[in-house]
């Protein structure tokens, strides 16, 4: 089974703090996104990225940016952390065309 | 705008009977379709996927596609409390190979 790990479960950061949040695949999928969930809002995409090096801007990229400097590992990154990004970050992977497999999610406090 | 539209529910099903969720799309030449199912606080679980017209049978799950129509369901059939869950309808599109989520379903199933 294809398994996406992340960090972190729980976290609780305080606000203007540079957050990291990691995943890490075992699958060696080209595919790994970002997404955050929130109450009535659904999944929305941070960013996206099809392969080492490449990350591509989803539908709300404001206020993150993203690492992918190994096929296997894609972080997500706070530059300065504020209450609005208090959510449910998960990660997933993919190989090319085939379903998504989510990470169990970091649910992310800012105070 | 790409769009995949569910309901959100509840749904209330009593225990035993047939559960029928449905997932509308607006892109026509969308190939990939997928159910994911969401306890709370967990992340999304691929329970399902389907690709051509007709249907899709797994233990209590049928997926059920009509490309012309736009439409794909989810039927389980002996619902237990244990399927009470948000179901998430996603679509491939066509043009970047990314996935539209729809909001989700939230399903009850009563003892």
């Known amino acids: 089974d294809v398994k996406v790990t992340q960090s972190s479960r729980y976290l609780v950061k305080r606000t203007g703090e540079k957050v990291f949040l990691e995943c890490v695949q075992d699958m060696d999928h080209e595919n790994m996104f970002w997404y955050r969930q929130d109450p009535g809002l659904g999944l929305r995409l941070i960013y996206f990225?099809?392969?080492?090096?490449?990350?591509e801007k989803g539908d709300i990229p404001e206020g993150y940016s993203v690492s992918r400097e190994k096929k296997e590992r894609f972080s997500l990154i706070l530059e300065s952390a504020s209450t609005n990004q208090t959510s449910m970050y998960l990660c997933?992977?993919?190989?090319?065309?085939?379903?998504?497999?989510f990470g169990s999610g970091t649910r992310l406090t800012v105070v | 705008q790409k769009e995949v539209e569910q309901n959100s529910g509840p749904l209330s099903v009593p225990e035993g009977a047939i559960a029928s969720l449905n997932c509308t799309y607006s892109?026509?030449?969308?190939?990939?379709f997928f159910w994911y199912r969401q306890y709370s606080g967990k992340s999304p679980e691929l329970i399902m996927s389907?690709?051509s017209n007709g249907d899709k049978e797994d233990g209590r799950f049928t997926a059920q596609l009509n490309k012309a129509s736009q439409y794909v369901s989810l039927l389980i059939r002996d619902s237990q409390p244990s399927d009470s869950a948000t179901y998430l309808c996603?679509?491939?599109?066509?043009?970047?190979?990314?996935?539209?989520w729809g909001a989700g379903t939230k399903l009850i199933i009563k003892p």
């Open positions: 990225s099809y392969d080492v090096k490449m990350k």
């Open positions: 892109d026509r030449v969308s190939q990939s």
């Open positions: 997933a992977s993919r190989p090319r065309g085939g379903g998504y497999t």
């Open positions: 996603a679509v491939i599109e066509r043009s970047n190979y990314q996935l539209i």
């Open positions: 389907i690709y």
